[in-house]
């Protein structure tokens, strides 16, 4: 059986609208040192704001809010249930700000899921560059094989909802 890394236990608050995207990575890379596993998100809304690397980070204020990682599986309490939710008041002059994405455009990142989620890119309290194609892109991935995004939802997004390049199946 997998092992399972709750992201409560990394710091992660729900509805309390602070950021858990540091608590998110810390469970991620935790499961994947141990060779990976199951990232657990129970219920609730949960917010991300923090940012870092990224295809788009060198674009300006892109990036990845949280990066996954070859072997693991996030996977939610349910779709509606689950919620990650892009902080307000987020600002991107870049090409694109994804909430998860892989960690490493270069390389191959593979056997891994998503599920039972609801992605909510917050659309309507965010700011974006007058002249600039920005977004909040809820899941992406380069270079990813033998990937699966199951029972997910995708809500108030400017951009892609997925945006998936490289082999899959």
Do not use: K
Not at 19 to 46: E, K, L, M, R
Not at 85 to 114: E, G, K
Request: charged share 15%; net charge negative.
């Amino acid at each position: 059986a997998d092992s399972v890394w709750n992201v409560l236990a990394y710091g992660a608050i729900p509805n309390d609208d602070l950021d858990d995207a540091p608590a998110f990575q810390d469970a991620i890379n935790a499961a994947y040192a141990a060779g990976g596993g199951i990232v657990y998100i129970p219920a609730g809304n949960f917010s991300v704001a923090s940012r870092h690397g990224g295809p788009w980070e060198t674009y300006g204020e892109g990036g990845t809010m949280i990066s996954m990682r070859s072997n693991i599986s996030v996977v939610g309490a349910g779709r509606g249930i689950t919620r990650l939710r892009v902080a307000d008041n987020m600002r991107t002059s870049t090409l694109s700000c994804a909430i998860l994405m892989n960690w490493d455009q270069f390389n191959v990142t593979s056997n891994w899921s998503i599920c039972d989620i609801t992605f909510d890119g917050n659309y309507e309290h965010n700011q974006f560059q007058a002249g600039w194609t920005s977004r909040f892109d809820s899941v992406g991935a380069i270079n990813a094989s033998d990937y699966r995004i199951e029972r997910c939802e995708f809500v108030n997004t400017m951009g892609y909802w997925c945006v998936i390049t490289g082999v899959g199946s």
